[in-house]
């Protein structure tokens, strides 16, 4: 049988196995191997690695597009220097996705600009890379869907959806107070996740300040109960980069210039 006749054998048989990145690489992998003369099991060894390096790539591409990050943000554009207050160590261990795997959730408490949404982007996006789906949202957006859930009679579908993902980011908490019926149906979402899937809270309330951002000092308590109890707590404790970069800009006087003037 001629070359070109099992090379057109071997392609389609690769394309029907779904290796479609092998099938695109197989004449400068065949070149490749050649050249260098390896073994068969050096060259097998190459083919497959190339497949499932492009089939992760792929993955992670797809469950970045599912999860609905607004941004792209990592963990190697995070300025720890400036925020030094940041524990390294526990957002080292947090990247490894061992926390989803537990079932464990994570509070990032600090002021508005200090980078908590950041964070937390950033730490989803190594979530799905360690093979989890992720879903991130705003507390707002979330209350606004399950709100219309409740009014459409389609309320189980929708805590369905958000409890499915082993992440659920909810970005901004506190920053607006809910209304009673909020309050409840954010409860009802916490409960069915509670230990079967982890979720990671950017907030500017300090837990003693949830009982106004929720309007209900029990509700907010039966809450903090759930996510409180298998949990780490990140605290940013800095100044906010937008402030730091309007300063840099000279958009901001500082307090001495605004004394002499």
Do not use: C
């Amino acid at each position: 049988m001629s070359d070109e006749l099992i090379h057109a054998r071997v392609s389609d048989r690769l394309t029907k196995l779904r290796l479609t990145h092998v099938v695109t690489r197989l004449d400068s992998l065949l070149s490749d191997a050649a050249r260098a003369d390896v073994t068969y099991l050096d060259f097998l060894d190459r083919l497959l690695d190339e497949e499932t390096e492009a089939k992760q790539r792929k993955r992670v591409t797809m469950a970045i597009n599912i999860a609905h990050f607004p941004m792209v943000r990592t963990l190697d554009q995070f300025d720890f220097k400036f925020q030094p207050s940041v524990d390294k160590t526990l957002v080292r261990e947090l990247s490894t996705g061992r926390f989803v795997a537990n079932g464990d959730n994570v509070l990032l408490f600090g002021p508005p600009g200090v980078g908590k949404t950041h964070l937390a982007i950033a730490l989803g996006r190594a979530v799905v890379e360690a093979g989890h789906p992720v879903l991130f949202t705003s507390a707002t957006g979330i209350l606004a869907a399950l709100a219309k859930a409740s009014t459409d009679g389609v309320l189980n579908e929708k805590l369905a959806y958000f409890a499915r993902p082993k992440l659920l980011i909810i970005d901004e908490l506190g920053y607006l107070p809910f209304e009673q019926q909020s309050a409840h149906l954010f409860f009802q979402l916490v409960a069915r996740r509670y230990e079967k899937g982890s979720i990671m809270i950017t907030t500017n309330k300090a837990v003693t300040e949830w009982g106004s951002v929720f309007g209900d000092d029990v509700v907010a308590a039966a809450i903090l109960d759930r996510l409180l109890h298998h949990s780490h707590t990140l605290t940013i404790q800095g100044e906010s980069y937008r402030l730091k970069e309007k300063k840099k800009a000279g958009l901001l006087r500082n307090s001495n210039q605004t004394t002499r003037e």
